[in-house]
């Protein structure tokens, strides 16, 4: 299933500025929308470990998602923790097209 979020790239920068992010409710269920310096992420939005909001969680210099409760460091590429501490973060395919931000699921 493919879901348009944004109309385009930079209305999805405008609702999200680099270095943020914001949760989205599609379908019922709840995702995290994360900008970094490579381009957008999607993941699920509580944590793996003890389901924590990952809303206020950090991004790093390495491109992992840091989890506010124990630290826990998401590679926002494979969804992996870096110590293998917990399972992985759940990391949606995105497309970005001509015609929008696209999630698909």
């Known amino acids: 299933m493919v879901i348009k979020l944004f109309d385009s790239e930079d209305q999805a920068a ?3 500025p680099m270095g943020t992010s914001r949760k989205l409710v599609v379908k019922e269920k709840d ?3 994360i900008h970094t310096s490579v381009g957008f992420v999607i993941s699920d939005y509580l944590c793996p470990h003890l ?3 990952l809303l206020k969680s950090k991004l790093n210099a390495f491109n992992e998602l840091i989890c506010p409760l124990h630290e ?3 590679n926002l590429k494979t969804g992996s923790e870096s ?3 917990c399972s992985f973060l759940t990391i ?11 999630l698909e699921i």
Not at 92 to 102: M, P, V
Request: hydrophobic fraction near 45%; aromatic fraction near 20%.
């Open 14 to 16: 405008k609702a999200v």
């Open 31 to 33: 995702f995290l929308l």
């Open 51 to 53: 389901k924590e909001p």
């Open 72 to 74: 826990y460091r998401f």
């Open 83 to 85: 110590a293998n501490r």
């Open 92 to 102: 949606y395919q995105i497309a970005l097209k001509s015609d929008g931000l696209f």
